[in-house]
């Protein structure tokens, strides 16, 4: 059996891959700098095929945000999953497959992913919690505060799974926690100024089942990045 590459030899083939011969070594060498201090300054090395521990391998973003429009209004334009290509860069479709169940199709580290999605927890005006069923592990839950009449605060947490190097390298460099809040600015700005929603689903669901309708279903419809 031939011998299992570490990681300095992963790190090694992935900038190979990543840059042209054509590139300054100093562009290299600064990638290389960046992924073994942001891992040393967590604590942990880069793990080679085998090393890792499905659990420790989740990583966590929380990400608080303020939106000036009401707490029913934000709350109802989140329902509209088949509109997150709008706003969340890498998200190229969301399809909506019934009231609790989405497919997902994203780009991650430049490569097309899908997986599979289940509402566990759901609550008008509250929060919306979520777990996949298949393809890329995450889950998270997205709560909603009223601060005023016509302001409202959003709480995201989300935990996922990075799986590949490229997806674990993005990840050490920050790269996933600035789209998170690339696309909280977007949909608060695309909200704030169209001033209502497209649509709205106002069921609720506990334990993964939807206990109680409460006004128009979710667009069945997928839409696309444009």
């Known amino acids: 059996m031939a011998p299992r590459p570490d990681a300095e030899a992963l790190l090694d083939a992935a900038i190979e891959c990543t840059f042209p011969a054509s590139d300054p070594v100093a562009v290299q060498d600064s990638f290389r700098h960046a992924v073994q201090h942001s891992r040393s300054r967590a604590g942990?090395?880069?793990a080679a095929p085998g090393d890792s521990n499905p659990e420790e391998d989740m990583e966590r973003i929380e990400k608080s945000?303020?939106?000036d429009c009401p707490v029913h209004t934000v709350y109802n334009q989140w329902t509209q999953f088949q509109e997150f290509p709008r706003f969340m860069e890498g998200?190229?479709?969301?399809r909506q497959i019934d009231d609790t169940h989405l497919h997902w199709t994203v780009s991650?580290?430049?490569k097309d992913k899908e997986f599979d999605t289940e509402i566990v927890e759901q609550v008008p005006d509250q929060r919306i919690a979520w777990r996949s069923t298949a393809g890329a592990p995450n889950a998270g839950t997205v709560r909603f505060e009223p601060l005023n009449k016509g302001r409202t605060r959003v709480q995201l947490t989300m935990e996922y799974e990075p799986q590949t190097f490229f997806e674990k390298a993005a990840d050490s460099l920050g790269i996933v926690s600035g789209k998170v809040d690339d696309a909280a600015e977007r949909f608060k700005k695309l909200l704030?100024?169209?001033g209502a929603e497209t649509g709205a689903w106002r069921g609720e669901v506990h334990e993964g089942r939807e206990t109680?309708?409460?006004g128009a279903t979710r667009g069945s419809r997928s839409i696309g990045r444009s």
Not at 91 to 94: G, L, T
């Open 192 to 194: 704030e100024r169209r």
């Open 212 to 214: 109680g309708a409460g």
């Open 44 to 46: 942990t090395q880069l």
């Open 65 to 67: 945000f303020d939106i």
């Open 91 to 94: 998200v190229k479709e969301a």
């Open 108 to 110: 991650i580290a430049g």
